[in-house]
């Protein structure tokens, strides 16, 4: 699939975000990294580091006053943005691949692979503002922004938001999985991405005796898959690559499964939906067994693998659950 054509915000740039206009003008972003979806869903192709190093920025202070890297905390971050009833609101998503900061000694904003869809509300302006003129003052309250959105507690989403990725026909989850797998292509050395971490546990303890049917579900995925291509796509260890631009859908399907748990672009959407579908004041109420409430875990849609994996599939990790089938039949062009 030709992404960019598919997704190229070209011809309608002058109906583009303001903040996407401002990052143009300012060169920030280039047209052919701008993309949209049919249903008014828009993103860059370029992460908030990269924004922020575009303009010499390249660290900050934390409230604590200790300095830090952008390319270790923002780098994972992009900016999307959706239309309301009151205008133009944006948020983040994060792509991260395997990661390995932390056994360098780096300190970084972590290093398991995945895809997080905010539901939160991001202040642009505080971004814009940085990119004219990045002072300590403006950095720091950045960060702070940044961390309110991705990461800190006792949030509350925008309505717009939720009401956009709760309906079954929102096609951004598709263009951002998309993004995803070509991300992760981009890290392939000599046509091969090694597995992450949290996907080799799992074939470790599939391979023991008596493993139980949901740790094998992603490693007899990989090997069904391998059969379907008619080749070894991953052979557990590694996943083979004939180029980050030209994936076979059993590439993408390989580096989906092993790096977010989702076995299918419809499961990896019905992810997202599942999540908003539980933005409410009942969903608030903290769940003793949980430590918190169901709220919070929904505001940020994760997906990725962890030890959440070995609980028991989830709706979505079924394929003939009717929440992927109505991303089937909303989406089967997917």
């Given at each position: 699939?030709?992404?960019?054509?598919?997704?190229?915000?070209?011809?309608?740039?002058?109906?583009?975000?303001?903040?996407?206009?401002?990052?143009?003008?300012?060169?920030?972003?280039?047209?052919?990294?701008?993309?949209?979806?049919?249903?008014?869903?828009?993103?860059?192709?370029?992460?908030?580091?990269?924004?922020?190093?575009?303009?010499?920025?390249?660290?900050?202070?934390?409230?604590?006053?200790?300095?830090?890297?952008?390319?270790?905390?923002?780098?994972?971050?992009?900016?999307?943005?959706?239309?309301?009833?009151?205008?133009?609101?944006?948020?983040?998503?994060?792509?991260?691949?395997?990661?390995?900061?932390?056994?360098?000694?780096?300190?970084?904003?972590?290093?398991?692979?995945?895809?997080?869809?905010?539901?939160?509300?991001?202040?642009?302006?505080?971004?814009?503002?940085?990119?004219?003129?990045?002072?300590?003052?403006?950095?720091?309250?950045?960060n702070r922004e940044i961390d309110r959105v991705v990461?800190?507690?006792?949030?509350?989403?925008?309505?717009?938001?939720?009401?956009?990725?709760?309906?079954?026909?929102?096609?951004?989850?598709?263009?951002?999985?998309?993004?995803?797998?070509?991300?992760?292509?981009?890290?392939?050395?000599?046509?091969?991405?090694?597995?992450?971490?949290?996907?080799?546990?799992?074939?470790?303890?599939?391979?023991?005796?008596?493993?139980?049917?949901?740790?094998?579900?992603?490693?007899?995925?990989?090997?069904?898959?391998?059969?379907?291509?008619?080749?070894?796509?991953?052979?557990?260890?590694?996943i083979f690559l004939t180029g980050a631009d030209s994936?076979?859908?059993?590439?993408?399907?390989?580096?989906?499964?092993?790096?977010?748990?989702?076995?299918?672009?419809?499961?990896?959407?019905?992810?997202?939906?599942?999540?908003?579908?539980?933005?409410?004041?009942?969903?608030?109420?903290?769940?003793?067994?949980?430590?918190?409430?169901?709220?919070?875990?929904?505001?940020?849609?994760?997906?990725?693998?962890?030890?959440?994996?070995?609980?028991?599939?989830?709706?979505?990790?079924?394929?003939?659950?009717?929440?992927?089938?109505?991303?089937?039949?909303?989406?089967?062009?997917?």
């Amino acid at each position: 699939m030709d992404l960019i054509r598919r997704y190229s915000a070209g011809r309608d740039l002058d109906r583009a975000p303001d903040c996407f206009r401002d990052l143009l003008e300012r060169g920030l972003v280039e047209e052919e990294r701008l993309l949209k979806t049919e249903d008014g869903f828009w993103t860059a192709r370029v992460s908030l580091s990269d924004l922020l190093k575009g303009r010499g920025i390249t660290a900050f202070h934390n409230d604590r006053g200790e300095e830090r890297r952008c390319d270790l905390f923002f780098d994972d971050w992009y900016l999307y943005a959706l239309k309301g009833e009151s205008g133009w609101i944006c948020s983040l998503y994060k792509l991260r691949e395997q990661e390995h900061e932390l056994e360098q000694g780096l300190i970084a904003d972590g290093d398991t692979p995945g895809v997080t869809v905010c539901f939160i509300r991001f202040d642009e302006r505080l971004l814009l503002d940085c990119l004219r003129q990045g002072t300590e003052e403006r950095m720091s309250r950045l960060n702070r922004e940044i961390d309110r959105v991705v990461a800190r507690q006792g949030q509350r989403h925008d309505p717009a938001l939720k009401a956009y990725f709760i309906s079954p026909n929102a096609q951004a989850p598709y263009l951002i999985a998309r993004l995803y797998v070509r991300h992760l292509a981009s890290f392939a050395r000599e046509g091969s991405l090694m597995v992450p971490d949290h996907y080799r546990r799992i074939w470790a303890l599939s391979q023991e005796p008596g493993a139980k049917k949901k740790t094998r579900r992603l490693p007899d995925f990989i090997r069904a898959n391998n059969q379907a291509a008619g080749r070894i796509v991953c052979d557990q260890e590694r996943i083979f690559l004939t180029g980050a631009d030209s994936l076979s859908v059993w590439e993408e399907l390989a580096l989906l499964a092993t790096h977010t748990g989702n076995v299918s672009f419809h499961s990896f959407a019905a992810e997202i939906r599942y999540h908003a579908q539980f933005l409410t004041a009942l969903a608030r109420i903290p769940v003793p067994v949980l430590g918190k409430s169901v709220y919070a875990s929904a505001i940020r849609a994760d997906m990725t693998i962890d030890d959440n994996e070995f609980e028991g599939p989830a709706p979505f990790y079924r394929l003939d659950s009717p929440l992927v089938l109505e991303q089937l039949r909303c989406h089967p062009e997917e």
